[in-house]
């Protein structure tokens, strides 16, 4: 949880309308309590503080079941890769690394299979044809292992082609190469340049076992969607066509050695809280709290700046609109299909998480928004529709 300094005397203070907080509590809290989730947590900030936070349900924590409370802290998936991006990107501005430069200018495991023409921003970007390369999570923590799964990988497609959401594989060579510049391992680098200075100590990159008794053990709920809801929909199931994710897969995630292996792409155990705080150093040119820089804010400009033209998602049909790691809401009407809602403002920014996990921030209203849950919905049209609904609310809750 967020050090006290952190939160606001009340909502005037960071000018959020008390009634539309409230609808979006209700909203998180009735998943709760229709039992489509076990447990939540919401955060949302404005002005440099946390202006609300609030956790509903219960969690096996520690190996007991138990409250979920402010102080639990949840597996936040590929929200991660915001925090991976952001590593690269103090690398990118302190001249050390380019989006343009080859993987295998530092990573000469990565070139195999034609991979060799692969670049960071391709990385980045969801364009480096590896979608679906296989790996656990847990493999992170051992060396040879990832160098021996860079060499195994092959292209799904020439690499800069098409837009294709990589579930977690890109995001490994990206942090591999943060290590070999830096000469600390990922976690250390998390947290020594950007969760100490920003006052994070709970945001957690390598969670050592000690550290477990208060993260909440995620779990699978509800049922698939049928075939003819996929097609009322108009697209395909996401989660039924690849076996990137698969249900042993995210449970692993419950396993100390997971934990503690802290991979790049799904691998940070935070609370909502430390996301909403992170997202708002990024809307402060890149300050903390305390006027310390951690990112220039030439080099966030250039993070957040769509790079991805008109490729288009393969499953939903839309623009990716991708930047340096994240994505961007774009103006089209179609942020809730890249992980907004209906009312953030087309600047908006951040990178959703599998299994409903949210983080993001609005240049147009100053607000950032974090939501975690340790349920994991079977039903991925019932979760997506879940994060529309709740960033849309978040994202309204500016007083007039």
């Not at 996929?230 to 692993?252: H, S």
Request: with cysteine; hydrophobic share 40%.
């Amino acid at each position: 949880m967020p050090a006290a300094h952190f939160f606001a005397r009340n909502l005037e203070e960071v000018g959020l309308d008390p009634e539309k907080v409230q609808a979006l509590f209700e909203r998180a809290e009735r998943e709760v309590k229709s039992g489509l989730l076990p447990a939540s947590q919401v955060a949302i900030a404005r002005n440099g503080k946390i202006g609300v936070m609030q956790t509903f349900g219960k969690a096996v924590q520690g190996g007991t079941e138990k409250p979920a409370t402010d102080d639990t802290r949840f597996v936040i998936m590929s929200s991660t890769k915001a925090f991976t991006s952001a590593a690269a990107w103090i690398l990118m501005q302190e001249g050390q690394l380019r989006p343009e430069d080859r993987v295998v200018e530092y990573i000469p495991e990565f070139g195999t299979n034609g991979k060799d023409v692969v670049t960071v921003e391709q990385l980045l970007i969801h364009t480096s044809a590896i979608p679906y390369a296989p790996h656990w999570q847990k493999e992170w923590a051992d060396h040879d292992k990832r160098l021996n799964r860079f060499a195994q990988w092959k292209p799904d497609h020439t690499p800069g082609e098409k837009f294709v959401y990589h579930v977690s594989a890109n995001f490994w060579p990206v942090a591999a190469i943060v290590e070999h510049l830096s000469g600390q391992r990922l976690s250390d680098f998390v947290r020594t340049r950007i969760a100490e200075p920003l006052g994070l100590p709970d945001l957690r990159f390598g969670l050592p076992p000690a550290g477990n008794a208060d993260v909440a053990d995620v779990e699978w709920v509800g049922a698939a969607p049928t075939a003819e809801e996929y097609e009322k929909m108009g697209v395909k199931g996401f989660n039924a066509t690849t076996n990137a994710i698969n249900e042993d897969g995210v449970l692993e995630l419950n396993e100390t050695v997971t934990r503690e292996a802290g991979s790049p792409s799904a691998g940070c155990i935070t609370t909502a809280g430390d996301i909403a705080l992170f997202y708002q150093a990024l809307l402060n040119d890149g300050r903390a709290h305390d006027g310390t820089p951690v990112w220039q804010p030439d080099m966030l400009q250039e993070a957040r700046r769509i790079r991805t033209g008109e490729l288009r998602d393969p499953f939903l049909g839309h623009r990716a609109n991708r930047a340096l790691g994240i994505a961007v809401a774009g103006g089209d009407g179609k942020a809730n299909m890249r992980g907004f809602g209906r009312t953030n403002s087309a600047q908006s920014f951040g990178h959703p998480g599998f299994g409903g996990q949210s983080g993001w921030a609005d240049p147009a209203t100053g607000i950032s928004f974090g939501f975690l849950t340790n349920g994991f919905d079977r039903h991925d049209i019932r979760e997506a529709r879940r994060r529309v609904a709740l960033s849309s609310l978040a994202a309204a809750c500016a007083a007039e």
